[in-house]
């Protein structure tokens, strides 16, 4: 299930490293332990030691009787709302209008879907590592839909150069090697076109004040965290222009939220699980049900909490993300 473990740093190679926490699987309740590192020098931070592919792939998939917390699911929803969609899409109008657009990590595509609203003209094509996406072309939402990894030769040659735009939502914190995926974005955007960025900021500082209580670590699922210099450096190393760069529309106003419904959902009698060897007793089952149900204005408050303070948050280090749109070399985009 897990790779041997690393003791240096996957992207500047460093062996400065610090245990940042240990936790389980908060959300799905899993077996396992999973350990998250960062590095002293860059800040980069990663899962260490990393799932395989297997191990990536028990995690991810959908188990038959698994409990599933719905307060915990709906906080976590909150990243890809249709506004959250419709905004990054919005910050690509200055740019003109694209005509052919690459969405990586699609997943159902409802990120293109929503993004036509503002782009009627533009071709929409989609990459995931799942058949998703073979369904979202079946709905009319893409119009190419391309199952596996970006980094796959023969899909890096196929798109290369064709796209105006490639857009990367929340997708480098998922995959083995980001720095690899960065890559073979750029090298599916025209000279002149545009990548646009999304991902988590580590250096949150709800992730210092909550630790494995912070949603978006999200273990095991999430492998990496990218501080936004790492990303930029990239960037600037194809020789790309940031035209645009910050944490402000890029935060996401769950972070109380998710705690508290993670704490709610671990301060119960633990739920039946299809690899528990004696399932709970009936009353421990019942009574996390209820005190589930009770707790939802809890959560629902904290949310509150979320959204006043987030005109605020968003303009402090409390910010839980960022994003870029970087320019590629070569001429202006048409």
């Keep these: 299930m897990h790779e041997p473990r690393r003791e240096d740093c996957p992207w500047c190679g460093s062996a400065r490293l610090r245990n940042r926490l240990r936790t389980g699987d908060l959300r799905r309740h899993r077996p396992g332990l999973f350990t998250v590192d960062a590095c002293r020098?860059?800040?980069?931070?990663?899962?260490?030691?990393r799932l395989t592919?297997?191990?990536?792939?028990?995690?991810?998939?959908?188990?038959r009787g698994a409990p599933r917390d719905p307060a915990t699911e709906w906080v976590l929803r909150l990243s890809t709302a249709p506004h959250r969609h419709r905004a990054a899409a919005r910050a690509m109008l200055p740019f003109g209008e694209p005509e052919s657009w690459l969405d990586v990590g699609t997943g159902h595509a409802r990120f293109p879907d929503l993004a036509r609203e503002f782009f009627p003209y533009t071709a929409f094509d989609g990459?995931?590592?799942?058949a998703r996406v073979e369904r979202a072309r079946g709905l009319g939402r893409v119009e190419e839909a391309h199952v596996g990894p970006l980094t796959h030769p023969r899909l890096r040659a196929r798109l290369a150069g064709r796209y105006d735009v490639v857009s990367v939502l929340h997708h480098l914190e998922h995959v083995p090697d980001p720095r690899a995926e960065l890559h073979a974005a750029l090298d599916a955007v025209r000279p002149g076109g545009h990548l646009l960025v999304e991902t988590l900021d580590p250096r949150c500082?709800?992730?210092?004040?909550f630790g494995r209580w912070w949603?978006?670590?999200?273990?095991?699922?999430?492998?990496?965290?990218l501080p936004p210099r790492n990303l930029r450096a990239v960037l600037e190393e194809r020789g790309c222009v940031i035209v645009s760069a910050g944490r402000?529309?890029?935060?996401?106003?769950?972070?109380?939220?998710g705690a508290a419904a993670l704490a709610l959902a671990h301060s119960l009698p633990a739920p039946d699980t299809p690899?528990?060897?004696?399932?709970?007793?009936?009353?421990?089952?019942?009574?996390?049900?209820?005190?589930l149900r009770a707790g939802t204005p809890l959560v629902a408050g904290?949310?509150?909490?979320?959204?006043?303070?987030a005109p605020l948050l968003r303009h402090t280090p409390f910010a839980n993300g960022h994003r870029i749109i970087a320019r590629t070399p070569g001429r202006t985009a048409g």
Excluded at 53 to 63: H, I, N
């Design 41 to 49: 020098d860059c800040g980069h931070t990663f899962q260490n030691p």
């Design 53 to 63: 592919a297997e191990g990536l792939a028990f995690y991810r998939r959908a188990v």
């Design 127 to 130: 990459t995931d590592l799942t």
């Design 205 to 209: 500082l709800f992730a210092t004040l």
């Design 215 to 225: 949603l978006p670590y999200d273990q095991p699922r999430r492998l990496h965290l």
């Design 248 to 257: 402000r529309a890029a935060h996401v106003p769950h972070d109380l939220a």
């Design 275 to 291: 690899w528990r060897a004696v399932p709970p007793a009936a009353f421990d089952r019942h009574l996390r049900t209820v005190v």
């Design 302 to 309: 904290a949310l509150a909490a979320d959204l006043a303070l």
